[in-house]
């Protein structure tokens, strides 16, 4: 590896876990969209920025866009509060225009402003290694590197200092607000730091897949997981993957960096969805698949509790009362024999004492709710499991 | 002073939504160590007064006062149990670590509740019966069991003045019971305990204070002599419809 790869990969690497971290919240507070308005927003500070100080490297930027990030959620919050129209138009109507005035003002200053409109939707991480950081002659590596890094470092301090009052804002306001924890106060800090995220990575990756280096992590995450430090570190841990092995892939296929890191945590991210233990998909259609049977298999045994006749346990006139097909019969039949709740005795089945037992318990249990009596039933039956 | 000593004063109170009043030069005094309901129909500012109480909702006037002081001086001797529909519990945390959340307000900012607190909290499960749950997950949790949480992360507050919203709503029996159980446990230890309440039958039992509430405050007092038929139809008869369109 050369030294400038080794650069790209580190600056891909800061900027995924930066977004990461941000991520986790906005998800879980249901505002991945505000991240997309953000992203595009910002745009219009660093432009007025541009022209206030004629340096693309200057702090101020990264103030201005900041600024216009946080007025973009007030501007979206007050045409919403307003009640003319509903929160994701608001979000609709306010982004693309100051996005909108930001191009116009690249466009009419194309020829003195080092700002293109690609490099603002796309980034250029290819490009980051040469815009170096010098204190008198000694080289101090990528600008981006630096800027970046220091973004990471505060937001990390800021992480662990108000984690609990990031956690119990998010989780419920109401109580964080009675407790003198001002949800606005988190609600705007949130907002600030996401913007001045945004503007970090906005330069490496451009305006539109900053949105995905910040919401898909935590998407995966969130189904990986039901504990908020796990889920803060599995999202920082896809972002960093995306981030080295997007920029193998870009080097393979001779594409767009940003573009591949996208693309891999996109991968990444299906495979989470239909493969989570838990939560995925695949899991959720062999869960209400199990679900149904157990359904199936109690409507089966309240009926040989409830009729003892031994004409109404025959068989055949199971066959008739229940009318299912053959092959659900079967398996029910076979659920119920594998877990000793029946025993057949051709042609009449018969509960267990187990069965009967079975029983008593699930329907004290749906009908009067009482969960503890349950706990040892939940371990064979997804039925009790809530 | 031989007077009676106020836990809550609600002093003129009036809260709008956008322009139309959803509570109205609300009077109220709530004296100490009392099992109080606050009833009323729907829409009548139950929630809303116990928002105002609490600085979660401005006022237009009036004001509030807990044990003579405002509010906001007043935060540590408050627990607050918001409705459980008010919060997604899908969110990736378990059940100790939301009990825990009810020491956040005594340890204010950047602080982090350690083994005092922790203690504080499964103390509080073992009262709320869910100290085998502490470690679930909380989307795994039934209506009750929901419930009981909530409780338990109010009592971990440890505070005099107990406030909450609904806590029967969508709860079965059992818990019911070991809820109003242990609100009784409470006014025992001359706490003060306000609960929005929906089941007008049960209010005899469960409390020894009531307050009707439609926008206005109707009527207030011990629960032998305000709850009457009197202030049952003037809270929720015919007059109700009138009251609310104004």
Redesign the interface.
């Given at each position: 590896m050369t030294l400038p790869q080794i650069e790209i990969q580190l600056i891909a690497a800061l900027v995924a876990i930066t977004c990461a971290i941000p991520g986790v919240f906005l998800v879980l507070r249901k505002m991945s969209l505000i991240s997309d308005a953000i992203s595009h927003s910002i745009l219009l500070g660093i432009v007025l920025g541009f022209f206030i100080t004629q340096d693309l490297s200057s702090p101020l930027l990264i103030a201005m866009a900041a600024i216009a990030g946080v007025i973009t959620v007030i501007l979206v919050e007050a045409i919403q509060n307003t009640k003319l129209v509903k929160e994701d138009t608001a979000i609709g109507l306010v982004f693309p225009a100051m996005f909108s005035i930001g191009i116009i003002l690249i466009s009419q200053n194309a020829n003195d402003v080092h700002l293109d409109v690609d490099a603002v939707l796309l980034g250029e991480l290819a490009f980051a290694p040469f815009n170096r950081w010098y204190i008198g002659d000694m080289d101090m590596g990528p600008k981006a590197l630096w800027v970046v890094g220091s973004i990471l470092v505060v937001l990390v301090t800021l992480l662990i200092l108000f984690f609990k009052e990031l956690k119990i804002s998010t989780f419920d306001p109401g109580l964080s607000a009675a407790l003198g924890i001002s949800p606005i106060l988190m609600h705007y800090g949130l907002m600030t730091v996401s913007s001045v995220t945004i503007v970090g990575a906005f330069d490496a990756v451009g305006a539109i897949l900053v949105v995905a280096l910040m919401i898909v992590p935590a998407a995966g995450a969130y189904l990986l997981t039901t504990n908020l430090k796990k889920m803060l570190l599995l999202a920082i841990f896809f972002g960093l993957f995306s981030a080295i092995s997007g920029y193998w892939a870009a080097n393979l296929l001779n594409a767009s960096i940003s573009g591949s890191m996208a693309t891999v945590l996109g991968i990444v991210f299906l495979l989470i969805y239909l493969f989570a233990p838990s939560k995925g998909l695949i899991a959720n259609v062999y869960r209400d698949k199990r679900q149904k049977n157990e359904v199936m298999l109690l409507t089966f045994l309240l009926h040989l509790h409830q009729h003892s006749d031994k004409e109404e346990r025959s068989v055949q006139h199971l066959n008739y009362h229940f009318s299912w097909s053959q092959k659900q019969a079967k398996k029910i039949l076979k659920l119920a024999v594998d877990n000793g709740l029946i025993y057949v005795e051709n042609p009449y089945v018969n509960l267990t004492e187990k069965g009967e037992k079975f029983n008593v318990e699930a329907i004290n249990y749906i009908l009067s709710n009482q969960t503890e009596k349950v706990e040892r039933m939940k371990q064979d039956f997804l039925l009790f499991r809530g | 002073m031989a007077e009676t000593k106020y836990a809550i004063r609600v002093h003129d109170l009036t809260v709008a939504y956008d322009y139309k009043p959803v509570l109205w030069d609300v009077h109220l005094e709530v004296p100490e160590g009392v099992l109080m309901a606050i009833v009323g129909p729907n829409g009548a500012g139950k929630s809303t007064l116990i928002?105002a109480m609490?600085?979660?909702k401005k006022s237009i006037a009036g004001t509030v006062e807990i044990f003579g002081q405002p509010y906001?001086k007043m935060?540590k001797e408050?627990a607050?149990v918001?409705q459980k529909g008010?919060?997604?519990w899908d969110?990736?945390?378990?059940v100790i670590?939301?009990v825990l959340?009810g020491t956040?307000?005594n340890?204010g900012?950047?602080k982090?509740?350690g083994k005092n607190e922790r203690k504080a909290a499964l103390e509080a499960l073992e009262k709320v019966?869910m100290l085998?749950f502490k470690n679930r997950?909380i989307?795994?949790?039934?209506?009750?069991?929901q419930q009981r949480v909530f409780l338990a992360?109010a009592l971990v507050q440890d505070a005099s003045i107990y406030i909450m919203d609904e806590p029967f709503q969508g709860v079965?029996?059992?818990t019911e019971v070991a809820i109003i159980n242990i609100l009784k446990e409470l006014r025992k230890q001359n706490k003060t305990v306000v609960v929005v309440h929906h089941d007008l039958q049960t209010v005899p039992e469960y409390f020894d204070w009531v307050t009707f509430l439609n926008v206005k405050k109707i009527d207030t007092g011990p629960v032998k002599e305000a709850f009457n038929d009197e202030n049952l139809a003037k809270t929720y008869g015919i007059n109700y419809k009138v009251t609310v369109n104004q």
């Open positions: - | 928002k609490l600085g979660i906001k935060r408050v607050y918001p008010t919060v997604d969110f990736p945390t378990t670590d939301v959340m956040y307000g340890l900012w950047i982090r509740p019966g085998p997950q989307s795994q949790l039934s209506g009750g069991q992360r079965d029996a059992t």
